[in-house]
T-cell receptor, first 114, second 111 residues
Framework: DSGVTQTPKHLITATGQRVTLRCSPR?????VYWYQQSLDQGLQFLIQ???????AKGNILERFSAQQFPDLHSELNLSSLELGDSALYFC?????????????FGSGTRLTVV | LAKTTQPISMDSYEGQEVNITCSHN???????ITWYQQFPSQGPRFIIQ???TKVTNEVASLFIPADRKSSTLSLPRVSLSDTAVYYC????????????FGKGTKLSVKP
């Protein structure tokens, strides 16, 4: 157990729908990062939050949004889902705002869009 | 962020030492070199990080030459359970921290 908790582990939904993925960072970590991993694209950085504020954006689609709550858990919202959004979504956390040392990743949420 | 280049795949046998080399020709002064391991359908796991010379922990060693344009991850006496994808990343110290993953090296350990 890495200390980063992601729910749900699996999610199957239809095209056009909206889903919410949840992440609880490791205790004491203030930064949360979201990554998408699909077979053809590898691990893609989506977005980072630090202590409730957005810090960095990567290849995140406009249909996707995220937020970090006062208790530091984060949610990734995916809307108007397409078949190509099927992927593993990972959350990672770290203690710092910028990079100092390694991230701790969760076990991921596997999203299947049918 | 400095781009990294590493072999797509490597094969080894149990008990052997495995060395995976990564090139990062455009590495900057503030950059760290970090390696992650990923098993299928699991999140990446941090292995080791270094800035220069050699770093060793209970899992692996990381060798970094003086020019820092490459690095070598060394896994001593691999076992079947070391079969995984290994990612070499260069992270800008003090940056916003968005680690950029490449394709990684798929290591297959055979009995």
């Amino acid at each position: 157990d890495s200390g980063v908790t992601q729910t749900p582990k699996h999610l199957i939904t239809a095209t056009g729908q909206r889903v919410t993925l949840r992440c609880s960072p490791r205790s004491g970590d203030l930064s949360v990062y979201w990554y998408q991993q699909s077979l053809d694209q590898g691990l893609q950085f989506l977005i980072q939050y630090y202590n409730g504020e957005e810090r960095a954006k990567g290849n995140i689609l406009e249909r996707f949004s995220a937020q970090q709550f006062p208790d530091l858990h984060s949610e990734l919202n995916l809307s108007s889902l397409e078949l190509g959004d099927s992927a593993l979504y990972f959350c990672a956390s770290s203690a710092s705002r910028g990079y100092i040392y390694g991230y701790t990743f969760g076990s991921g949420t596997r999203l299947t869009v049918v | 962020l400095a781009k990294t280049t590493q072999p797509i795949s490597m094969d080894s046998y149990e008990g052997q030492e495995v060395n995976i080399t990564c090139s990062h020709n455009n590495i900057a002064t503030n950059d760290y070199i970090t390696w992650y391991q990923q098993f299928p359908s699991q999140g990446p796991r941090f292995i080791i990080q270094g800035y220069k010379t050699k770093v060793t922990n209970e899992v692996a060693s990381l060798f970094i030459p003086a020019d820092r344009k490459s690095s070598t991850l060394s896994l001593p006496r691999v076992s079947l359970s070391d079969t995984a994808v290994y990612y070499c990343l260069v992270a800008e110290g003090g940056s916003q921290g968005n680690l950029i993953f490449g394709k990684g090296t798929k290591l297959s350990v055979k009995p």
